[in-house]
Structure formats: structure tokens, C-alpha cells
């Protein structure tokens, strides 16, 4: 079945350079997430798009982390300058709009800054 | 500040034995709640939710209970099966806003066989 998709898998970089990370939902499905979860931590939400707008980015820790979702489909998150501190896995879920539909995740992307 | 805690990193059950997963949360914006599980190198997976009208929620062998003056609710899985073996997170979002969930840390369910 089509479900969330995240590419890479995988990713080790060096400090200082900068990251894509792409994701691509679940068809029709209006509202994407993005969470990300450092080592031994939960889940920490990142932002939220509801088609093409992100209304709440309350969770980007810093101007370096951006995201952008066009079509109403695929999104990418863009970590600039890249810390060790970044180094996590970045998780994507999408949902149908309405108060309780699940969302249901990708795979993620394991991100390692070196 | 953690607004949703899971204080047992890791738990070990016998096979057929119920296994109970607790979950506190701080926020009393908090109405819905639900547990996700996951597997290694996977995305988590929904298992079960409850709404704050209610105070237990069943799905097979999987029971959520909400105690909201506790703030307070857990997940029993009986029987538990090692199948079972995964992290569990408990989750909680607030009605008002993008219904973005506020994570646990997580709580490692190992089934012995």
C-alpha cells in the first residue's frame, strides 16, 4: 500500500553543510507533520502544514531548520549549517484534516552529523 | 518542560501476562490521547486512542484507561504476546490549534516467551 515515504533513509554529513530531507505522504492526505527524535528522547514536534501553508512552526529550533510542502503533497525539510546536535531521526506524518484521524509516519530519515 | 511523561524507560513481561504501560501528562488542555507503537527503523504505528469524554477505550487485547483528575492514563495489553516487543509512546494533543501530538519519552515492552 502507499503509505508515508521519507528519503534518504539515511544521512551522515559534515558539520557545517546543509540537508534535504524529503517526504512524501499519504495521497490526499491534507495535513503533514514533521517531528524529529534526538537519541534516548520522544518525539518532538517540528512544524505543521495544512495543505501548502505551515500554520504553526512553533517547533523549528532554530532559523537554520526550514520546511516548505508544494502541491499539497510533498514536503521538505532543510537543516542549514549543520550541527551535531542535529544528528537524530526526522520523521514525517501525514493525516486526513478533522480533529481525530491519525496520523500515520514514515519511516524517517536517520540524520548523522559528524 | 515535559508536559507528557512516561517514567519506565523499559518494562519486562511474561508471555500471557498483562502487560500495563503508564503515562502522566501536565496539561490540562490536553483531550485526546493516544498510544503509538514502535518497532526499530520503522515510523511508530497507531494503536489505540481515547477522547477525555471517556474513561476507557478496548481494541482487542489492548485497553487505554483516562484518569483526568489524576492526569493520568495507562495501556494494558492482555495477554501480552512477544510480538508485543517494541517501544510504546503515549501522545496527547489539545482541541484547540493543529492537533499536533506532544510525545512521551517512551517505554521499551519486552515479552518473554
Known amino acids: 500500500g502507499a503509505g508515508v515515504s521519507q528519503s534518504p533513509s539515511n544521512k551522515v554529513t559534515e558539520k557545517g553543510k546543509d540537508v534535504e530531507l524529503r517526504c512524501d505522504p499519504i495521497?490526499?492526505?491534507?495535513?503533514l507533520y514533521w517531528y524529529r527524535q534526538r537519541l534516548g528522547q520522544g518525539l518532538e514536534f517540528l512544524i505543521y502544514?495544512?495543505?501548502?501553508?505551515?500554520?504553526?512552526k512553533s517547533g523549528l529550533p532554530s532559523d537554520r531548520f526550514s520546511a516548505e510542502r508544494t502541491g499539497e503533497s510533498v514536503s521538505t525539510l532543510t537543516i542549514q549549517r549543520t550541527q551535531q546536535e542535529d544528528s537524530a531521526v526526522y520523521l514525517c506524518?501525514?493525516?486526513?484534516?478533522?480533529?481525530?484521524?491519525?496520523?500515520?509516519f514514515g519511516p524517517g530519515t536517520r540524520l548523522t552529523v559528524l | 518542560d515535559q508536559q507528557v511523561k512516561q517514567n519506565s524507560p523499559s518494562l519486562s513481561v511474561q508471555e500471557g501476562r498483562i502487560s500495563i504501560l503508564n503515562c502522566d501528562y501536565t496539561?490540562?488542555?490536553?483531550?485526546?490521547f493516544l498510544w503509538y507503537k514502535k518497532y526499530p527503523a520503522e515510523g511508530p504505528t497507531f494503536l489505540i486512542s481515547?477522547?477525555?469524554?471517556?474513561d476507557k477505550n478496548e481494541d482487542g487485547r489492548f485497553t487505554v484507561f483516562l484518569n483526568k483528575s489524576a492526569k493520568h492514563l495507562s495501556l494494558h495489553i492482555v495477554p501480552s504476546q512477544p510480538g508485543d516487543s517494541a517501544v510504546y509512546f503515549c501522545?496527547?494533543?489539545?482541541?484547540?490549534?493543529?492537533?499536533?501530538?506532544?510525545f512521551g519519552t517512551g517505554t521499551r515492552l519486552k515479552v518473554l516467551a
Open positions: 506524518a501525514s493525516s486526513s484534516s478533522g480533529r481525530y484521524n491519525e496520523q500515520f
Open positions: 502544514f495544512q495543505g501548502n501553508s505551515a500554520p504553526d
Open positions: 496539561n490540562s488542555m490536553f483531550d485526546y
Open positions: 481515547i477522547s477525555s469524554i471517556k
Open positions: 501522545a496527547a494533543s489539545e482541541a484547540s490549534g493543529t492537533y499536533k501530538y506532544i
Open positions: 495521497s490526499g492526505h491534507t495535513a
